[in-house]
């Protein structure tokens, strides 16, 4: 049940500053949005493939930030600042992400947490400052593919959660 595409659906407004990108994940909403909220789970799955996380600080609230380092496979560190600027559970989280606090290029993204049966449909919509941001992060930093690759992350690591405490999904089979 799990698939990943990116939406066609954009905000008439900002659509050629969007990339929205959605994935079905096999487990609960509380447990899919759960793993947004404490460094414990952030830092088991977030990132593309082969990517690692070293949290500085952590406070998962309205207003509060999370100061943190992505490590690349290749060696390169980079350096992100998220603020959450909303924050509904477990329906929706809204942020500002950028590479420090002040960073001019930050870009908006909302997730909203779908329930979908038993599973939960997770929609990633950013929103760049100006086309030419979004462009290069799409071409240059291959934003789709890496968002995708995270999402693929998220779903792996709460499936196995789900898993360990019995409350994974039934195949048709059970």
């Known amino acids: ?21 959605s994935r079905v994940i096999d487990a609960p909403r509380e447990l899919v949005f759960e793993a947004f909220t404490e460094v ?23 207003g509060g930030t999370w100061d943190f380092v992505m490590h690349a496979p290749d060696g390169t560190v980079y350096q992100e600042w998220i603020t959450w600027t909303e924050i509904v559970p477990p329906e929706r989280i809204a942020l500002l992400h950028g590479e420090s ?3 001019p290029d930050a870009f908006e993204s909302t997730l909203a947490f779908e329930p ?3 599973a939960t449909r997770i929609v990633m919509r950013t929103v760049f400052p100006t086309r030419q941001l979004r462009d290069q992060a799409a071409d240059q930093y291959h934003a789709i593919e890496l968002g995708e690759q995270t999402l693929g992350n998220l779903a792996a690591y709460v ?16």
Request: charged fraction near 30%; proline fraction near 3%.
């Open 1 to 21: 049940m799990q698939g990943v595409g990116q939406e066609t659906q954009a905000e008439p407004e900002t659509a050629d500053r969007e990339i929205v990108i």
């Open 40 to 62: 414990r789970h952030l830092s088991r799955w977030w990132g593309p493939d082969g990517f690692s996380t070293t949290t500085r600080s952590l406070e998962f609230r309205e």
């Open 101 to 103: 606090r002040d960073d």
């Open 116 to 118: 979908h049966g038993t």
């Open 159 to 174: 499936a196995g959660i789900a898993q360990e405490n019995g409350i994974a999904r039934k195949t048709e089979d059970s």
